[in-house]
């Protein structure tokens, strides 16, 4: 006679466990410390007694991350600054590609598309980590953190001796170190399988992020200002400046079309797809797998298409018709634009424009 099988309540609970166990799990790896440029954060210092901590406040922070938050209470406001200037970089920088650094409304900021770890996604990273060491490297400079201040930096040696070094400048060497902390955090406590798929995906970030920083640091240059009587510039006083952001994006775009193809070797490290080419450096971007078209719409890749997108009639570039549009064809509108003309300088001191309207033609993909 067949045995007859009774429900086991507890091996049911275990399994409901394990179940939220998992789903929480997938739920802290879609959230991102991205999302902190996605909503203002309020100041420490106006919460009130009683009041929830800051820290407990903050979506997309990994454990090692909130640790760091607590004690560091003051940096999120400029982390969170950091993260909006790297993606507001992005998004110029991809304006005429096919995939233009969308974001969306979720705390993953990028949504699926950092699923593949593909050249765009090694961007990401890299301009993002960029932008925490120009926002921390800035606000020590300006008094605004309790664990730094101006740029102790040494004195360069081609400086010219009658140059006065000091002044205040950008502390990139702790928005550096910082950064280093903080960003590489959730990386570091992730304890996937040495050699497995997630263990290279970990080690891509890694390397992406170091880049990021490594832009920062290095473009940051030597700026002076003269003294002296109706600017005769009888003395110069020079100081450590941060590079313009853009010139920052620029560069890393630069890294972005020259990025390596890497897989995960035999001894659990990166290696090179092409040893024909040289071997990345720590400032270079590194991919482990093919970018989508980004043609089409498509749930499972994130890729949000191009249809709608505007583009350039006459541009033979990424930017131009047949490019964008992937060969689906373009419809052609003509909108209203408003610019100012017939400028004309009033001494003194002012210039007057008229306000000029027309009519010109405007592409967009089928």
Not at 196 to 214: C, V
Request: with cysteine; proline share 3%.
């Amino acid at each position: 006679m067949a045995r007859r099988l009774t429900p086991n309540p507890g091996l049911h609970v275990i399994m409901v466990l394990a179940l939220i166990a998992c789903s929480s799990q997938l739920l802290v790896d879609a959230n991102s410390w991205w999302s902190l440029a996605m909503s203002p954060i309020q100041r420490p210092e106006l919460f009130i007694i009683g009041a929830q901590p800051l820290c407990s406040t903050l979506t997309g922070l990994s454990q090692g991350q909130r640790k760091l938050c607590q004690l560091y209470q003051d940096h999120m406001v400029h982390i969170g600054e950091g993260a909006k200037t790297g993606i507001n970089e992005c998004a110029y920088q991809f304006r005429e590609r096919r995939w233009n650094c969308s974001t969306v409304d979720n705390s993953s900021v990028f949504g699926r598309v950092l699923q593949t770890g593909s050249r765009e996604t090694a961007f990401t990273y890299a301009i993002s980590a960029a932008g925490v060491v120009n926002a921390v490297s800035r606000a020590c400079r300006e008094g605004e953190l309790s664990t730094c201040g101006c740029s102790r930096a040494s004195r360069p040696s081609d400086l010219p001796r009658d140059w006065l070094w000091g002044g205040c400048g950008d502390n990139v060497h702790y928005g550096y170190r910082f950064a280093r902390e903080f960003v590489d955090a959730r990386e570091r406590e992730k304890n996937y399988p040495r050699g497995s798929a997630e263990h290279a995906r970990t080690l891509m970030n890694l390397q992406n992020n170091e880049a990021g920083r490594q832009a920062v640091y290095n473009q940051a240059n030597v700026a002076c200002k003269c003294h002296g009587v109706s600017g005769s510039c009888s003395l110069k006083t020079c100081w450590l400046q941060l590079a313009d952001f853009r010139r920052v994006g620029e560069f890393l775009k630069e890294k972005y079309d020259s990025a390596t193809a890497m897989r995960i070797g035999r001894r659990s490290k990166l290696e090179q797809v092409n040893n024909r080419f040289n071997p990345p450096t720590a400032d270079d971007l590194v991919y482990i797998d093919p970018s989508p078209d980004y043609c089409l719409r498509n749930q499972s890749t994130g890729s949000l298409g191009t249809h709608g997108r505007l583009c350039n009639k006459t541009s033979e570039g990424m930017d131009g018709c047949e490019l964008m549009c992937c060969g689906r064809g373009y419809d052609q509108f003509k909108t209203v634009k408003h610019e100012r003309c017939h400028c004309k300088f009033h001494w003194c001191c002012y210039v007057k424009c008229r306000r000029c309207t027309s009519l010109v033609d405007q592409f967009v993909c089928k």
